[in-house]
C-alpha cells in the first residue's frame, strides 16, 4: 500500500525545475515512506469507512502525508534534532527550503484534487482550519511555557492532536457531512494519546534526543518534577539551573535503564 502513497507523494516534484531540490524531496520522501505513513492510511481507512470509492482519495493522502513530511522537518530544525532523518544532516538552509517546498506541493496537490470531490470546499476549510492550528501549537511549544497538566493538553490537542483530526476528518468529509465535528474530536484524542506515548519514549532515551536534556516539559517530565522523592531531586535541581548539561547527561542513565 505505501507503495502507492509513495507514488502520489513523487508525482508533484515534476512540477519544480532544481536537480538538487528534486533528489532531495526524492530523498525525503522515500525515507518517509520506508518509516511508515499513518497519516496517509488515516485518510483512506475514513474515506472508505463512509463508503467512498474514487481512487482520487490517494492522492489526497498524499498531499496531507507531504504536509506531515514539512512539519516533521521544520519541527526537527527548530528542536535541533539529532535523529539519522536525512535532513538533519544536509546544509539547514537547503532543509529549510525543502520543507518549504513540501508545505507548498501538499497545498498544490490537495488543491488540485479536493476539487473533484462534492464536498472539496468543505474539507480545504478543515485542511486550513487545522493545519494553522498545529502551527500554533507548535509556536506555544517552541516557548516551553508549559507549567501544568492543563497548558499540556492545551498545546498537544492544538499541535499534535489537530494532525491527526485533519488525516480523519478529510477521509470522512469527503464521502459525508455529518459526524465532522466528533470524527475531529477523536482524531484530536488520537492524536494526544500517541503524542503521551512518544514524550514517555523520549525520556527513556540514552541519547542526545532525549527531552530531559533540554529541560522540555511534557505530560511525563511534569510528573517528574512534581515528584517528591529524594532519587528526582536532581531532576528538578536541572530544571532549576543548579547544575548542568554535561552534569544531567552523566546522571541520565540511572532514570532510563
Not at 193 to 210: C, F, P, Y
Amino acid at each position: 500500500m505505501n507503495d502507492i502513497y509513495l507514488k502520489e507523494m513523487l508525482y508533484p516534484i515534476s512540477l519544480l525545475e532544481d536537480p538538487l531540490l528534486k533528489e532531495q524531496l526524492h530523498h525525503y520522501i522515500s525515507f518517509k515512506s520506508d518509516n511508515g505513513l499513518p497519516f496517509a492510511q488515516l485518510v483512506v481507512s475514513h474515506y472508505q469507512i463512509f463508503g467512498g470509492r474514487s481512487e482520487l482519495i490517494y492522492r489526497v493522502a498524499a498531499g496531507i502525508e507531504l504536509l506531515i513530511l514539512s512539519f516533521d522537518i521544520f519541527d526537527d530544525i527548530e528542536d535541533k534534532d539529532q535523529s539519522p532523518a536525512p535532513w538533519n544532516n544536509e546544509k539547514e538552509d537547503l532543509t529549510i527550503n525543502v520543507a518549504t517546498a513540501l508545505f507548498k506541493l501538499s497545498h498544490v496537490t490537495l488543491d488540485n484534487t479536493l476539487s473533484q470531490f462534492n464536498n472539496g470546499d468543505k474539507a480545504k476549510t478543515y485542511f486550513n482550519h487545522l493545519s494553522l492550528s498545529a502551527i500554533d501549537g507548535q509556536h506555544q511549544d517552541l516557548q516551553n511555557l508549559i507549567y501544568n497538566e492543563h497548558d499540556y493538553f492545551n498545546v498537544t490537542m492544538k499541535k499534535s492532536g489537530a494532525l491527526v483530526a485533519l488525516a480523519c476528518t478529510i477521509g470522512a468529509i469527503l464521502v459525508a457531512d455529518n459526524n465532522t465535528d466528533s470524527i475531529s474530536h477523536y482524531g484530536q484524542l488520537l492524536g494526544v494519546t500517541s503524542q503521551i506515548q512518544n514524550d514517555i519514549e523520549d525520556i527513556l532515551r540514552l541519547d542526545k534526543k532525549n527531552d530531559l536534556l533540554y529541560k522540555k516539559k511534557t505530560l511525563p517530565i511534569l510528573f517528574l518534577l512534581g515528584d517528591k522523592r529524594e532519587e528526582f531531586a536532581c531532576i528538578q535541581e536541572y530544571y532549576q539551573g543548579l547544575c548542568n548539561f554535561e552534569y544531567m547527561e552523566t546522571i541520565l542513565p540511572q532514570f532510563v535503564l
